[in-house]
């Protein structure tokens, strides 16, 4: 049978839960929620959930790691499920995407992201599918972009009252990606989300 890990991007610890860098995890946890599945061991250097679809079995990943070391995990998970790169979906924060879009991409740089970064340098190769979320820049929410200190500030921020309403609804579009990248590949995913505003 056929293994698909799915890894979402976060921080550890209930301080870091509801910030912005966080959505990763946040995505990780509604998939399990809707598949009925818990986060009931760690292993990997990340706390795992999984079910199984009938030709296929789904492990759910969150690292253990902070972000800047996610690198560690995916490496761990990629050899301990035999599985190829091709076949760890990457669920992560976007700055450079405005708040509640959504990008599916099968390969590709880090785009500034310190916790892809990791990931790239910790499996020698970009190729691995990942889902990216927008979390928006500082400056789209009136707060002035000044420096690579307050981009930091920003995303290991809250978001807004406003921000989360939306950020539950994209929240929602996520798992329909992901189930259809489980099903259906990567590049139906593409082709059914990457046009949806």
């Given at each position: 049978m056929d293994t698909v890990v799915i890894m979402?991007?976060?921080?550890p610890g209930p301080g870091y839960a509801s910030t912005r860098h966080?959505?990763?995890?946040?995505?990780?946890?509604?998939?399990?929620?809707?598949h009925h599945s818990r986060f009931s061991r760690t292993a990997c250097h990340s706390r795992l959930a999984e079910f199984q679809l009938p030709d296929r079995?789904?492990?759910?990943?969150?690292?253990?790691?902070?972000?800047?070391?996610?690198?560690?995990?995916?490496?761990s998970l990629?050899?301990?499920f035999r599985i190829t790169p091709e076949d760890l979906?990457?669920?992560?924060?976007?700055v450079d995407l405005p708040l509640g879009r959504l990008r599916i991409r099968p390969a590709g740089g880090p785009g500034g992201h310190n916790g892809v970064r990791s990931i790239i340098t910790g499996l020698n190769t970009d190729r691995f599918p990942r889902v990216r979320v927008g979390i928006g820049r500082p400056e789209e929410s009136g707060q002035p972009?000044?420096?690579?200190e307050s981009l930091i500030d920003y995303v290991l921020s809250?978001?807004?009252?406003?921000e989360e309403s939306e950020i539950q609804v994209v929240i929602v579009r996520v798992i329909e990606v992901l189930d259809c990248i489980v099903v259906d590949g990567i590049d139906a995913a593409m082709n059914r989300f990457n046009?949806?505003?």
């Open positions: 979402g991007l976060g921080n966080n959505v990763g995890f946040r995505c990780i946890d509604r998939y399990a929620l809707e079995r789904v492990v759910l990943a969150k690292p253990r790691t902070f972000m800047n070391l996610s690198g560690r995990s995916a490496r990629v050899h301990s979906v990457v669920v992560y924060d976007d972009l000044l420096s690579e809250p978001f807004t009252a406003d046009s949806v505003v």
